[in-house]
């Protein structure tokens, strides 16, 4: 699996950005797909993930209520709708990728496989 991450850039605080993460090289039936960020000098951590076969999301408490995580199955794209930013939510965000449904460890990036480049979100005035 190739995974392709898009949609960074330098955003306000309070404003929005929308991710993607685009895969390719096989179907993405009972995997999880996942987002994590790192910022600066910590380690990276957890924002979002998706089971694709039934929708399921699971978030962070840092961004629950601020964040949306979605897919498109046709495209095999996944997205995070960040919403209400904050400088503190600066970091490169990476999308992932497990061949498994969502279990507890899905939250550890240690469970993910396959990975994306990465993008940068910059949020500051």
């Known amino acids: 699996v190739q995974l392709q991450a898009s949609g960074g850039g330098l955003v306000q605080p309070g404003g929005s950005l929308r991710l993607s993460c685009a895969a390719s090289?096989?179907?993405?039936?009972?995997?999880?797909m996942g987002w994590f960020r790192q910022a600066p000098g910590k380690e990276r951590e957890f924002v979002a993930a998706?089971?694709?076969?039934?929708?399921?999301?699971y978030y962070s408490d840092s961004v629950k209520g601020r964040f949306t995580i979605s897919k498109d199955n046709a495209k095999n794209t996944m997205y995070l709708q960040m919403n209400s930013l904050k400088p503190e939510d600066t970091a490169v965000y990476y999308c992932?990728?497990?061949?498994?449904?969502?279990?507890?460890?899905?939250?550890?990036?240690?469970?993910?496989?396959?990975w994306g480049q990465g993008t940068l979100v910059t949020v500051s005035s």
């Open positions: 992932a990728a497990t061949p498994r449904i969502f279990y507890s460890g899905a939250y550890y990036s240690r469970a993910y496989v396959y």
């Open positions: 090289g096989r179907t993405l039936s009972s995997y999880t």
């Open positions: 998706i089971s694709w076969n039934d929708g399921n999301t």
